[in-house]
């Protein structure tokens, strides 16, 4: 059975105070790892899609890397308005996406 | 481009009473999940449909949920005999196929009294 593992579960910043969410899974033939977040009372909104060990991505002060065995989502100078539920999920070989219960990032002013 | 669409957006009834909940997918999309979502807990999957497929319908709790997709489009979840415990967010999400991002609705907020 696929499982996520995030942590840690909820994580408090300085503005600008730079640091890294993970996300450790188990899976039977990774076909993608991806990342989301989520604000309060919305659904999740997609941020990347990492497909192999080694791969990189990276959209404005976030940047997501992936090996066999965990994922790191990277938070460089945050924001307060990076403050949301970050989400991973990994899919295997039968298409059912797996998700870990997220981290809650507070950035404070 | 219209999103994913889930209807009504929130819900209250009462227990024992049978609910519809409502998805629209992003038009071409030919997957669609359900997923359920209580307060402080992840994603639990509920079914999976990928086009004409048998759908994968191994997530649901109980005999009293179940979920249908009509002409690869519209999909409703039906809950029976709702129970208090059955109360949380219900979101969809569709995919383009089944190797790419899914996008989700907003989400049904259920809440059974």
């Known amino acids: 059975e696929d499982q996520v593992t995030q942590s840690p579960e909820a994580l408090r910043l300085q503005e600008g105070e730079s640091s890294s969410l993970n996300c450790s899974y188990t899976?039977?033939?990774?076909?993608?790892l991806f990342w989301y977040r989520q604000d309060p009372g919305k659904g999740p909104e997609f941020l990347f899609t990492l497909y192999s060990a080694g791969e990189e991505k990276e959209k404005e002060r976030l940047k997501a890397t992936l090996t066999k065995k965990e994922s790191f989502l990277h938070i460089t100078a945050p924001k307060p308005e990076d403050s949301a539920t970050y989400l991973c999920a990994v899919q295997g070989a039968n298409s059912k996406l797996t998700f870990g219960k997220g981290i809650t990032l507070s950035v404070r002013p | 481009g219209a999103g994913v669409s889930q209807s009504p957006s929130n819900k209250v009834t009462e227990k024992g009473k049978d609910v519809e909940l409502r998805c629209d997918p992003i038009s071409g999309h030919t997957a669609l999940y359900w997923y359920r979502q209580s307060l402080g807990q992840g994603l639990e999957f509920l079914i999976y449909?990928?086009?004409?497929?048998?759908?994968?319908k191994s997530g649901l709790p109980s005999d009293r949920f179940s979920a249908e997709r009509t002409g690869g489009s519209v999909s409703t979840l039906t809950i029976q005999r709702t129970q208090q415990e059955d109360s949380a967010v219900y979101l969809c999400?569709?995919?383009?196929?089944?190797?790419?991002?899914?996008?989700f609705g907003q989400g049904t907020r259920l809440t059974v009294v």
């Open positions: 899976v039977s033939g990774l076909r993608g």
């Open positions: 999400a569709s995919r383009e196929t089944r190797n790419t991002e899914a996008f």
């Open positions: 449909f990928q086009g004409n497929s048998a759908p994968d």
